[in-house]
Antibody
Framework: QVQLQESGPGLVTPSETLSLTCTVS????????WSWIRQPPGKGLEWIGY???????NCNPSLKSRVTISLDTSKDQFSLKLSSVTAADTAVYYCARTISDYRTSGVVDHWGQGTLVTVSA | EIVMTQSPATLSVSPGERATLSCRAS??????LAWYQQKPGRAPRLLIY???TRATDIPARFSGSGSGTEFTLTISSLQSADVAVYYCQQYSNWPPLTFGPGTKVDIK
């Protein structure tokens, strides 16, 4: 059973860069998209972006200029960097496996437990 | 970007009764619609994809229907374990993937 685990600082200073890493275990990192999804406290889900196992990326246009997603296949890890953060970026950040086959591309079938990142001075 | 809406915002149902949740897309998504369950303090879990296909290990009391712009998630006999927020998500035209605002289901 594949498992995902987020790691990174829980507190980030405004205007700085948020950095998180997701470690994948129990399954291959190939043949899927690896997504980041966030959820502000008490609110809904917002898809941030993904990286494919081949290294191609795609991001939400609302965040595109601030987002970098990278992949380290040797460690079965992928990472998120979100620059110039403000209080509006305070959220639980989830890493997730997203199906990439033709018929169900975009279905999020496994999620990490999530990590709360607070943006505050 | 396809905008997803859900109704009602909150649904109170007696144990053993049927719960019916609605999801609407701003344009047709064919059957490229998934439902997720999120219990308090937990990550979302995939329930339904392809509008009506249950994911692995999802109980048969959960069923999905619809196509185009109108979708329904039905819990045939509500149990206390089903108290959660339910989100729909389209994957027809992405990026971006987009989610509805959620329906909170609780016990009456």
């Amino acid at each position: 059973q594949v498992q995902l685990q987020e790691s990174g600082p829980g507190l980030v200073t405004p205007s700085e860069t948020l950095s998180l890493t997701c470690t994948v275990s129990g399954g291959s990192i190939s043949s899927y998209y690896w997504s980041w999804i966030r959820q502000p406290p008490g609110k809904g889900l917002e898809w941030i972006g993904y990286i494919s196992y081949r290294g191609s990326t795609n991001c939400n246009p609302s965040l595109k200029s601030r987002v970098t997603i990278s992949l380290d296949t040797s460690k079965d890890q992928f990472s998120l960097k979100l620059s110039s953060v403000t209080a509006a970026d305070t959220a639980v950040y989830y890493c997730a496996r997203t199906i990439s086959d033709y018929r169900t591309s975009g279905v999020v079938d496994h999620w990490g437990q999530g990590t709360l990142v607070t943006v505050s001075a | 970007e396809i905008v997803m809406t859900q109704s009602p915002a909150t649904l109170s149902v007696s144990p053993g009764e049927r719960a019916t949740l609605s999801c609407r897309a701003s344009q047709s998504v064919s059957s490229d619609l998934a439902w997720y369950q999120q219990k308090p303090g937990r990550a979302p879990r995939l329930l339904i994809y392809g509008a009506s296909t249950r994911a692995t290990d999802i109980p048969a009391r959960f069923s999905g229907s619809g196509s185009g712009t109108e979708f329904t998630l039905t819990i045939s006999s509500l149990q206390s374990a089903d108290v959660a927020v339910y989100y729909c998500q389209q994957y027809s035209n992405w990026p971006p993937l987009t989610f509805g605002p959620g329906t909170k289901v609780d016990i009456k």
